[in-house]
RNA sequence: GGCCCCGUCGUCUAGCGGUUAGGACACUGGCCUUUCACGCCAGCGACACGGGUUCGAGUCCCGUCGGGGUCACCA
């Protein structure tokens, strides 16, 4: 099997969604997977709507996903002489003819096969018709009319379509530049592709294409369409891959969840990176297509955090914290890797690891106490235990680690005579300022002394002694 | 409307003629526990419908219904 070259052809004109972002995916997959290429071409021969923002934009999210293309992406308004010479081939071996007809004329016809339910397709009355020296044309592709076109795809099956529905498109405008139809098949020849991976929705393109193929007398490439992704419409949804990184999620667990999406590998759930590449295969790539499930997208990035190194972890929060109140923080804070660690099973994006870490880096006397908890937990009698515990701790700090402080909080309640559950949650509050959070050992090993004895001490200061 | 594709729990899916139709998210209950999570256990919950083929159909065929795509001098 020669090697395989697959390409991901985004056009510039708005962001990548998560739809784009799974069709490079899995052209992405499946190149690592058989050790082929994996080719990147920007189709920005719409210059109305195509822009260098978005080109960036595009490359940019594809980094973020390490996706990475392996040849120096193709940029198709570069290629404009090759198109024309592909154009001239064509003409020169007269499967091309001019078309004279008007925009109006068309709209006028399509509009009356309308007005009479029937279906349109244009009818040929320029094939064969006399040159008309000075006056505009377009150059028509003349398609077979008996017989059908087949197409083996590698994830739709065997498609068979009908000759006499295949319309002699139009594969360049007045003013002679290509369409889209034609150059896809120039370009992806260009570039050696072997396998057309994309969205279904250009799977009634394909034989149009194929025909072109042949016209042109170039190899056809294997056709793969994916199914398509429901409901991509509102919000978070809609948005760019930049929205997901903003709002903290992992490139390694986007990239599990929009697998999943349509592909599966037996029961499997979660994927690193490389277990993707090594078990994705086109065969197993559904038919159906799917609808986003936003909750599970949550869950799984949570899987993917808990499975982040906590060194690795760190490093992708801190600028979540810069954007939560800490412009300061850097990598070499000493309470962030402690915090992270504790923190890795109690969120679900960076953002809210972010938010729930913030009590860790506020000062100790700026600390916010929720006042709910504060009513509940920071009674008189609570008071009067945490300032003993605080008086206790702070004569015991020559063993501060979570195994030290632990030994430190048992005894002294074995010396006041109370149980745990009498102290957790006042204390928790304390140190917190809420009535949730990570082990109280582990919080105050991460806090340190000084801090911790602060603010048990400061949170009971409105109980006057 | 023509053509094409699709149809298993609410959602993502396993299944490839014989299964108590399995897993995951969400939801409910329980366990663990100093709280919240994590984790573990249990529960809820599906083969769109109708005909065939077959000893036997979620699996094969046809029809109906439903969903999607596409019918540009866009890509």
């Not at 390694?252 to 037996?266: D, F, P």
């Not at 063993?399 to 005579?417: H, L």
Request: charged share 25%; with cysteine; hydrophobic share 40%.
């Amino acid at each position: 099997m020669p090697q395989v070259r697959v390409r991901f052809a985004p056009s510039p004109t708005g962001v990548l969604h998560l739809g784009g972002a799974r069709t490079a995916l899995f052209n992405y997959l499946f190149a690592r997977h058989t050790g082929g290429q994996f080719l990147l071409r920007i189709e920005d021969t719409d210059k109305e709507r195509s822009t260098e923002a978005f080109t960036q934009a595009i490359l940019e999210d594809m980094a973020w996903m390490g996706m990475r293309s392996d040849e120096e992406p193709v940029v198709q308004s570069s290629r404009l002489s090759a198109h024309r010479e592909a154009l001239q081939q064509l003409i020169d071996s007269g499967k091309v003819y001019k078309c004279y007809c008007t925009p109006e004329e068309r709209e006028a016809a399509r509009q009356k096969a309308e007005a009479e339910k029937t279906s349109y397709q244009y009818d040929r009355r320029c094939l064969g018709k006399p040159e008309q020296p000075g006056v505009p044309f377009v150059w028509r592709f003349q398609m077979p009319t008996e017989g059908e076109t087949v197409v083996d795809d590698l994830v739709q099956g065997r498609v068979v379509t009908p000759n006499s529905e295949l319309e002699d498109l139009v594969i360049a405008r007045q003013d002679g530049s290509p369409l889209y139809n034609f150059v896809v098949v120039i370009d992806d020849a260009f570039m050696g592709i072997t396998h057309v991976v994309r969205g279904k929705d250009h799977l009634s393109n394909t034989p149009k294409q194929v025909q072109i193929y042949r016209a042109l007398g170039y190899p056809e490439p294997v056709f793969a369409h994916l199914p398509l992704i429901l409901g991509l419409s509102k919000r978070l949804r809609s948005a760019g891959l930049g929205a997901y990184r903003d709002a903290g999620y992992l490139p390694s667990a986007v990239s599990n969840y929009i697998a999943r999406l349509g592909w599966s590998h037996g029961d499997q759930e979660i994927f690193t990176e490389e277990e993707l590449i090594e078990k994705f295969d086109l065969a197993d790539v559904n038919r159906a297509e799917g609808a986003l499930n936003l909750d599970k997208m949550a869950w799984l990035n949570q899987q993917h955090i808990q499975m982040t190194p906590p060194e690795q972890l760190a490093a992708l929060l801190v600028p979540f914290l810069q954007k939560a109140g800490f412009p300061e923080m850097s990598l070499d804070h000493p309470r962030l890797l402690p915090a992270v660690a504790t923190m890795r099973a109690r969120a679900s994006t960076l953002v809210e690891m972010a938010e729930n870490c913030r009590f860790y880096f506020v000062d100790d006397d700026a600390l916010e106490i929720d006042e709910a908890a504060k009513g509940k937990h920071l009674t008189q009698e609570a008071c009067a235990h945490l300032r003993a515990l605080a008086d206790a701790l702070a004569s015991t700090t020559e063993d501060w680690t979570e195994a030290g402080i632990e030994t430190a909080v048992r005894q002294f309640i074995a010396a006041q005579n109370l149980q745990l559950k009498h102290i957790a949650q006042p204390c928790r509050v304390a140190l917190v300022g809420a009535p949730k959070g990570p082990g109280l050992y582990e919080t105050m090993a991460v806090l340190g002394p000084a801090s911790s004895v602060a603010r048990l001490r400061l949170a009971c200061s409105h109980h006057n002694p």
